[in-house]
């Protein structure tokens, strides 16, 4: 990094909420993205918890299961010093009958600082963020948007390549109904990557080509010189003959094996967001291959998210 | 990529690569060529390996000579629809013995259909098919596996495995595919691996229960019928379905003028739809039945003389693009019941080629738009590289008399079953040899 040019980036992130990656500018993602680099470093350190979040309120909302998000979350803002409360579905009010909005009011009136939501249909988020003062951060909207996912797969590509810009980024999968792929190809073009997504037609949106990628119905040549291949996770009801017709043959065409990753570049990265399926989506061995980053996006998970909510907190109103 | 290799005749190589047949003063009739030309034709290392009008009278030095004595020379038959029944009805057909058929009939090539117990729905299945055919066929066998598991039209099958086993395009059997759902996504789907997609239309709910065409004769016959639309309407219901996915998608066999009607406008917008006709829907109508006689029993049903007038008409303008016999063999016992329960299906493989002659004895067609029909067009339709008489391709030819008379007795066929609605009917026109790969596999004996 040099300090001759000076810095033209934002100082802050101009929102309350972080609904979307659509619209982010590429000043305002690498703002995020620098502030999330010092965070991931900080993080290795013993003594790591800071206190920006000292006094805030977050609420875990998700009406989804997670597991790893949902964790990710909390450890990000508890290592901020913020107060974190987890509601689930299955324990709220919210499988008594109530509705989205009588929830987000009633969660409102109990004025927390932060809300992190994970519903399980498109535009809930953005819903419930109409009802609510507080910031509201979109922790996966049905197959619509997971921008927290598309930073931290930013994170690690710039990690582990130096850029972003310039790299051919090969998303391959259930393109179709996947949340992650349509954040992370706003993202990648915010950011200038090239990207192809890879997928039977059964697992394609009408007009693919339209999203700003690249569009492969063969595999093995949507990961041909490819910086980056990036997986993504089969929902185990679509492998039964609906979309494709098995695992097996999914596997063979679609999954990434040491064949198809011969393709890509030599120094190419795997990624997958997680919870992977071994021999569906990703061989065991390729999963766990050096050129494999999937642990790192699970540490960058983290960074990032602290990243968002530090720079979502300091547009709140003080107290 | 040679996926079906194996199901194919090689040409003999050993002893016979030194011997030559030369076929001469033969009327060489070849679609692929629009060739009609008095001729021969010479088959060395069971490749064709000349062809013309130079080869009438002289043949190179060295070889057999065969005279033909100007009978017609042409590309061995292919038949895209053809039910065996083997593994699981063995008693009724095997693919041995439906090979032996083919070969009395002309026919080179069948494509035998997935409905067969087990179903071929899997790899392993596709491989048993072409392994057994392998060893006891004596024409080409390429097998068309199942679109959706088990036939049951819900969750489709391993289609790029499939194909690249070998499945040569892919069949619902004698059931439509009645969710539009799951038949978008096969085509979707099948579109990503080239896959040809070969579909029954029949509304399986408006045809349910119907034992023929419905219509006067059905009326007076005090039968159930199935309305000519129950097809009309799954035909257009794909043809929608073509146009959102591209798929590549063949109508099995087709049988009204309306269906004929949707395909024509089909193909008018470029759409990738071709479709067939069963021998039995060219040659027969309705009125056949008679006193129920239920070798007439077929799906879809005999319709009428309009309808089977229609389908010729279709042939002669390309609409219609291949002749199947619909070869389906059924148990003497399964058939001897009162019309409404007795099973759906005749054999046609002999009688294939003489019934079509019908239509070129009565004017209807010409003969080279009949053995079009039968040759290249099947040929195109299933990427073959058969089914036509070139310098250099597999000497799949048959020698046939146009015009010789005989009368069908089914205890003559060579078919395991004996359903043929062709029996005790008078036929002009008779296969007198048949090679496969330049290998005489048939030759008629007087």
């Keep these: 990094m040099t300090n001759a040019v000076a810095k033209v980036e934002p100082l802050h992130f101009p929102h309350r909420h972080l609904l979307t990656v659509e619209g982010l500018g590429a000043q305002e993602i690498n703002f995020l993205l620098d502030l999330a680099d010092s965070n991931a470093d900080a993080n290795r350190q013993v003594g790591n918890r800071r206190d920006v979040l000292r006094g805030r309120m977050l609420i875990n909302l998700f009406f989804e299961n997670s597991t790893r998000t949902q964790a990710s979350f909390e450890m990000a803002a508890k290592r901020l010093g913020a107060d974190v409360m987890n509601m689930n579905v299955s324990t709220s009010s919210v499988s008594k009958g109530e509705t989205l909005i009588d929830t987000a009011v009633t969660l409102n009136a109990m004025r927390p600082d932060m809300i992190v939501v994970r519903h399980h249909s498109a535009g809930a988020v953005e819903l419930l963020a109409q009802k609510v003062d507080c910031s509201v951060i979109n922790a996966g909207d049905g197959s619509h948007q997971h921008p927290t996912q598309a930073l931290l797969d930013a994170l690690t590509i710039r990690r582990a390549k130096g850029r972003v810009g310039g790299l051919t980024v090969a998303i391959c999968g259930d393109i179709l109904h996947s949340r992650v792929a349509r954040s992370n190809i706003m993202l990648l073009n915010a950011l200038g990557a090239r990207v192809r997504i890879a997928a039977p037609s059964t697992l394609l949106p009408p007009a693919p080509e339209r999203m700003g990628a690249e569009v492969f119905t063969d595999m093995w040549k949507a990961v041909e010189g490819a910086d ?85 907190a300091r547009n709140l109103a003080k107290r | 990529m040679n996926a079906t290799s194996s199901t194919t005749k090689r040409p003999a190589r050993e002893s016979k690569s030194a011997t030559a047949t030369a076929f001469l003063n033969a ?45 017609v020379l042409a590309p061995g038959l292919i038949d895209a629809q053809v039910f065996t029944g083997e593994p699981g009805f063995e008693h009724r057909e095997t693919l041995k013995t439906a090979s032996h058929a083919a070969a009395a009939g002309g026919v080179t090539t069948i494509v035998v259909m997935p409905e067969t117990n087990p179903v071929i729905d899997q790899v392993a299945l596709v491989d048993f098919i072409q392994r057994r055919a392998r060893d006891n066929a004596i024409v080409h066998v390429h097998t068309m596996a199942a679109m959706t598991k088990g036939l049951k039209g819900e969750e ?17 059997g004698k059931t439509s595919v009645a969710n539009t759902r799951v038949m978008r996504n096969v085509l979707l789907y099948g579109r990503d691996f080239g896959a040809l997609i070969v579909h029954h239309t029949e509304d399986p709910y408006l045809a349910s229960s119907g034992a023929m065409n419905s219509g006067e004769i059905a009326a007076r016959l005090g039968l159930p019928g199935t309305h000519k639309a129950s097809e009309t309407i799954m035909l257009e219901r794909d043809v929608r379905l073509v146009e959102m996915t591209r798929g590549r998608y063949h109508a099995a066999t087709i049988s009204s003028a309306e269906s004929l009607d949707v395909i024509r406008a089909a193909k008018a917008r470029n759409l990738p739809v071709t479709c067939g006709v069963s021998i039995n829907h060219l040659t027969l109508n309705e009125n056949d039945i008679g006193p129920y006689r239920t070798f007439f029993k077929i799906r879809p049903p005999l319709r009428s003389d309009e309808d089977r007038a229609a389908m010729v008409r279709g042939l002669a303008a390309g609409d219609i693009d291949i002749i199947v016999s619909s070869h389906d063999p059924q148990d003497a016992d399964d058939k001897r019941r009162p019309f409404a329960e007795a099973t759906d299906g005749a054999v046609g493989l002999e009688t294939l080629l003489p019934a079509a002659l019908r239509l070129y004895h009565s004017g209807e067609l010409p003969l080279m738009s009949v053995l079009r029909a039968l040759t290249i067009n099947p040929a195109k339709l299933l990427g073959l590289h058969s089914g036509r008489l070139a310098k250099g391709a597999v000497a799949d030819i048959i020698l046939f008399d ?45």
């Design chain 1, 228 to 312: 980056v291949v990036m997986m993504l996770r089969l929902q185990r009801e679509r492998m039964e003959g609906s979309y494709v017709p098995s695992t097996r043959e999914y596997f063979h065409f679609f999954g990434l094996d040491h064949e198809k990753l011969a393709r890509a570049k030599p120094d190419a990265i795997v990624m997958h967001p997680g919870p992977m399926n071994r021999g569906v989506e990703i061989a065991s061995t390729v999963a766990d291959h050096s050129s494999s980053v999937i642990r790192e996006q699970v540490e960058m998970g983290v960074a990032v998210r602290m990243a968002v909510l530090e720079a979502l």
């Design chain 2, 27 to 71: 009327r060489i009739v070849d679609p692929a060529a629009n060739r009609d030309e008095p001729g021969g034709l010479v088959v060395r290392d069971g490749l064709i390996a000349d062809v013309g009008p130079h080869l009438r009278r002289n043949s190179p030095e060295g070889v057999n000579v065969i005279d033909c004595k100007g009978r």
């Design chain 2, 156 to 172: 489709m099958t391993e289609i790029g495995l499939l194909k690249r086993a070998g499945a040569i395009a892919f069949s619902n």
């Design chain 2, 402 to 446: 146009p015009d010789e008379p005989w009368v069908v007795n089914k205890d003559m066929l060579r078919s395991r079953s004996k359903n043929s609605p062709f029996d005790e009917s008078k036929m002009q026109g008779r296969v007198l040899r048949t090679l496969v790969a330049g290998e005489t596999v048939y030759q008629y004996a007087p």
